[in-house]
């Protein structure tokens, strides 16, 4: 089956980094994404991989091994508004021939004063 | 920039009763989708519409029916509720590629 895993819960201190991983086994993939999510809020889309490597994007980098089914969302200088959940999604070919999004369950990370 | 509203916010059902949720954007996107956001658990997608008057069903489709009236709307249709159905269910649109999509801030449902 396809299948997107992150870990539920993540923790780290004010003004140091976060890690949010994502390993992911799908048949095809065309992509990645990451959602910010806060409490009661709409997930709102942070960033797209495609290709292997680090994308700098400044407060929100992002990396991909597609050899490894593997993702990360680095978070740095993180301030307490940076608590939030932090989903992951694989875009892939669906049977219709469109791309469908396979979200993993999201990691609640948690900024300690 | 644009907007997803869903309507209602919150929605109370009696068990066995039949339900309806609207979304409504105004991105001028061409595809439409409604979530499945239960707690601990990643989003599933019950139905998707990538233009007016279609419809294709996603994983989690049994139970449900859809509607894409037209562009700028797309209608969740709960056949008939069950107490497992509570959960937050996610309204969002792209445009045709997918790479970006927006979501609404969702419906909760509680069935009494």
């Known amino acids: 089956g396809q299948g997107v895993e992150q870990p539920a819960k993540l923790m780290s201190v004010e003004g140091t980094f976060a890690r949010v991983n994502c390993t992911y086994s799908?048949?095809?993939?065309?992509?990645l994404s990451w959602y910010q999510q806060r409490e009661g809020q709409a997930p709102v889309f942070l960033s797209y991989v495609v290709l292997d490597g680090l994308k700098d994007s400044g407060h929100f980098s992002t990396f991909l091994s597609r050899s490894n089914g593997y993702s990360y969302l680095l978070l740095t200088e993180l301030q307490i508004k940076d608590s939030a959940s932090y989903l992951c999604a694989v875009r892939v070919l669906a049977s219709s021939g469109s791309w469908q999004l396979i979200f993993g369950s999201g990691t609640q990370l948690t900024v300690m004063p | 920039g644009g907007i997803i509203t869903q309507t209602p916010k919150f929605l109370i059902g009696q068990e066995g009763q039949k339900l309806t949720l609207k979304c409504q954007q105004n991105?001028?996107?061409?595809?439409m989708y409604w979530y499945r956001q239960d707690s601990g658990k990643g989003l599933r997608l019950i139905y998707y519409s990538i233009t007016e008057n279609d419809l294709q069903k996603g994983d989690l489709s049994e139970g449900y029916d859809a509607s894409r009236e037209k562009k700028s709307s797309f209608s969740l249709t709960v056949t008939s509720a069950q107490k497992n159905e509570m959960a937050v269910f996610l309204c969002a649109s792209s445009r045709g590629s997918n790479t970006e999509v927006f979501f609404g801030k969702g419906t909760r449902l509680t069935v009494v």
């Open positions: 991105f001028n996107h061409d595809t």
């Open positions: 799908t048949s095809g993939f065309n992509g």
